[in-house]
Structure formats: C-alpha cells, structure tokens
C-alpha cells in the first residue's frame, strides 16, 4: 500500500452566489463541501487509480469529521486546535478565504511522528509527502520524514513548495516533484516561458532540474504547466509533453504525484509512467475539482503524450 | 423556566481579512465562531439578566455542535439537513455570507412539534418564538406553535418578520414585537422618521402598532430605533425613548425580546418592564455581538430613559 502525508488537510467549503459585492449581504445559493489539502487530493487519485492508500496527518476541531467523508483508510493524529477550512466564493469569478490552521504542539508532533513509524513498520511501497505544513511543526518536518522513512527502507515522494519542500530535499527524498516555479525558488535556475504545448526544450529548464538533484534530491520531475515536464530518473534524463489542457493546474499536479508514487511503487517502466503522468494530469486539469479526473479523459490522450529520453 | 424557539440557528462566523478584493486570494488572520440566530441571541440576554431559558429547534450536521457551545439547556431537533452558517467578513466593511440553511422534512416537522409539546407540559412562564424559518416548515409554523402554547395556557412572544410574523400573528400570540420595518410591512401603516432620539410621537407610529393589533396580537410593542418604542399593553398606550446608542441594532432588537419576555414571566409592572427593556437594548447596541451587552452600561443608562402611558 502506499502511504500519503497530509500534514495540513483542509475542509474546502466552495459557495455559489449571484454576485460578491464588498460591505453587503450575499445570499449564497448552493454550498459545497469537501475535504482538501494537497495529500487528501492525491490520495483522492490514487484511489482512482485502483491503489487506495493510507491517510495520515493532523486532523481537529469540528470539521475533522469531512476527512472521514473521503472513504479511504486514514491514520489522523488528533490536535487541539481547527482543521482549517478553504471558502472559495464563485460568482464567475473565484474569490478564496483561507483559514491560517491549527497551531500544532510538539507533543502532537510526536505523537505523529509516532504514527508515521507505525506505518512505516507496515512496510509501505512509497510514502508520499504532499503539501504544507501547520504552525507549529519543525521547519524541518519533511526533512525528518523523509529520513524516518529511509531508516525504515522506504521510498519518499516529496511534493512541496518553499521552505518545506527546501528542507525536505536536503534530506534526499527518492523523488521531489516541484513545479517550474518551486524547483526556481529551489535556486535550480529560471524556468522557460510557459507558451507552446510542445514547446522546445530549453537549457534552463534543464538547470532547473539539475538545480533540484544538486538540492539533494535523488530524482527529479519538474513539472512546468504547457512545457510538460523535464525528468532525471535513476541517472536518465526524460522530457515528456501531451496537448495542452486549460484548466485546473492544482488538480494537474496532485494526479501527476500520484501516477509517479504508483510508478515506483509498481516498478514500471520510467517511459511508461511518465506517459500515464502526463496524461492523468491533462485529465485531472480538465476536472472542476482537484483529486478528480476522468480516467477516460486520460486514456483518449494517452496517445498523444510524447516521452523521450535526451 | 422562559422557553426560547429557534427553528433557523446557525453558525455565526467570522472573518477578519486585510482586504477582501474579488477574484484574490486573501489570508483571513483571525477566526471566530459562535452559535448565532435570533433566538439564540435572546436566549444569552436571558441568560445574562439571570434568566437561563430552555433552547429548542432545529441542529443538524457538522456544525450543529457548536450550539451545545451556548451552555444552556437545550431541546434541539436533529435533522439530515445542516444549520447554516453566516459568514461575516471584516476588512473595514463587513460583508456577509449567508447559507441557505436546511430544509426541514414533514417528519421533522412533527418531531419538533412533539418536542414542542412537551416543553409546554413542563409549563413555562413564557414561551418565545424568534427568527426566521428553515425552508420546509409550514408557512404558519408560528401560528401553530401560538395555537399549542395557548391550549397549554402558556403565553407566547413573537419576534419575527414578513410572512413568518404574519402567520403567526394571525393566532393571536400573547405579546407580537416587530420593529416599524417589520410592523409596516404587515400592513399597520408608515413608520415616522428614525431622526431625534426624543423625536415627537407622531401620528403614524400609532397607526403601526394599532395596526399589530389589528392584524391579530393582544399585545404589541414596535421598536422604531432611534424614535424608541410604542407599545400597548393590556389595552394601555406606552411610549418610551432613551439615549440613541449607535451600534448593532440587530442585537439590540434580540434584548428588547429577553427583557419584555421576562417581564411577562416575573410579572413586573409594564412602565418598568419597558424602561429596562429600552436600557437593555441600548447597551446591547454598543456591544459587539448580538446577545451580548454590559450590565453596568444597562444601568447607567436607565435614568435616562423616558416611559410614559399616552
């Protein structure tokens, strides 16, 4: 089975309204709710994908019972303070209200890591690592992971951004899979422009994903919208592009972890993966909600995926 | 015991955000949530005068919890449908959210009437029906529940408005408090202006609360903010007007309710009952939450409102 950390799950409240108009009062005319943060969404996929994983993170407050909506196996490590909601408001435009989150404690912290080491003695295929972290835990918290899950022999998968997805890299995860602009602010190099589905491979994408291995990651996937994504992979460089899809680049990247966490956990080839991640991407980026797509979405553009080796 | 009916609580939440710009994302740096809905607003004031009443009406869903939150004796009626929640969002202006709410089933419906029923065999001093409706009860919800009080002998006080008030109205509940807004639109007449806090008497405001009665109440009070109130009771004619409180009038009409209902309960004298009334709702418009107000302000205030029979 794999493993996903979500440190930091969300409730995402999405409220339709006719139009937000600041200092009245807004009727709203229909209201969803779903559990999200990044983990939750690529556990969401994974289980599409027929590998139902194992949940973990934080989880309190009156609405930690929505992360027992989405129907997986789940390990919350409750916390005194509020699993934070996202409200996004849509009236055409989307306006979103984002809840700081739980302040977490360091004995709540423990008792986490306690329930990482848990899992981790289960004997996962991958533990993924996915998304922000709350107030309150280490700066660190992904680099002691992704160590944690090394000492137990287990592959780490680390989708992050900014501090976190810096010190988690230092630890040499099996693979980090940041975005052009994260793998930039990585200090990888600067990203190409974002125009032309098949797009010509530049050096400095190749810088980023360099840049990324020179962080301390073992492998590499740098995902980079329209352009695709640039790869190194057991020492093998890979450029892969399928057509472009306008939509949700959210749900885009947490379908592209999961295709690349099931990959290593099935031992398939890196050419075959990489083709079923570009095209699950382009099908989750054409759904309206992240951790959604349709898998005949996928298949229809499987053949228009292109994965080289460079 | 005073019995307080809230059929339409909800979740009162509260954002502060620097600034709520459409189609952004904006980080809301501080969260807070209280149970809210007239009757529960009226049923903190009675609390506060010393006066803890019994709750009931409708819970259902993941925030439903927050209303065991308020610390009194509560009878709620659980539903499949969820309490709305009401989202202000305070940058400078307040802007508000305000969910749907649930819609209630016939069954219950029936449930509630039930519950209902039983809290007027434990004979109460009072029972007050606050607040809007949740879609799917009957239109005349509240002249239904005037019908059962007074079969039980248990004298009601209705604070509601539009077609709620009507109805309810129309079963000739003890005591009817709309404000000039809502006593107008059943049809009593013009409101005078809201300017002058000693404004003259005029004319009109007598044709509105005569015009409460006629529409069914053996009682009526209608408060014309900063004009005060006009009442008639037990077929005396009171005016009465204090110091003008700039502030929450949406909390100052839930106080007037609390005190009026506990005059009837203890029996006190109408022109006292009025002048704490008038007092209570003042300090309650300087408070910064509905159901919320300061004691002390309360009784400095009082000598400085004016009640007389006219």
Do not use: M
């Amino acid at each position: 089975v794999i493993a996903v950390v979500c440190l930091n799950p969300a409730l995402d409240v999405t409220y339709h309204v006719d139009a937000l108009v600041r200092g009245q009062s807004v009727r709203v005319s229909s209201v969803r709710e779903r559990a999200g943060g990044k983990g939750v969404n690529v556990a969401r996929v994974l289980a599409a994908l027929g590998e139902p994983p194992c949940l973990l993170g934080f989880a309190g407050g009156r609405y930690a019972s929505v992360l027992a909506d989405v129907g997986l196996d789940a390990c919350w490590t409750p916390i005194a303070g509020t699993t934070r909601r996202t409200v996004t408001v849509v009236d055409g435009e989307a306006t979103l209200l984002l809840e700081p989150g739980p302040v977490v404690s360091d004995q709540e912290w423990r008792a986490f890591e306690a329930s990482f080491d848990d899992v981790l003695a289960s004997d996962p295929a991958v533990v993924v690592l996915a998304g922000s972290l709350p107030a309150g835990v280490p700066a660190d918290a992904y680099g002691r992971l992704v160590e944690r899950a090394d000492t137990a022999g287990v592959r780490s998968v680390l989708d992050a951004d900014g501090a976190a997805l810096r010190a988690g890299v230092a630890a040499h995860p099996y693979l980090a899979k940041p975005n052009a602009g994260e793998a930039r602010a990585l200090g990888g190099g600067l990203c190409a422009g974002a125009a032309g589905g098949a797009g010509e491979f530049s050096g400095s994408l190749g810088d980023l994903v360099t840049g990324v291995l020179a962080a301390g990651a073992r492998n590499a996937v740098v995902s980079c919208g329209a352009d695709g994504l640039l790869a190194v992979l057991d020492g093998r460089r890979y450029r892969a592009y399928g057509p472009v899809v306008e939509g949700n680049p959210t749900g885009a990247g947490d379908a592209l972890t999961a295709v690349l966490a099931r990959g290593i956990a099935t031992g398939a080839a890196w050419t075959d993966v990489l083709r079923q991640a570009i095209a699950t991407a382009a099908a989750a980026a054409a759904a309206p909600a992240a951790g959604e797509f349709d898998a005949r979405v996928a298949d229809d553009l499987l053949p228009r995926v292109s994965v080289e080796e460079i």
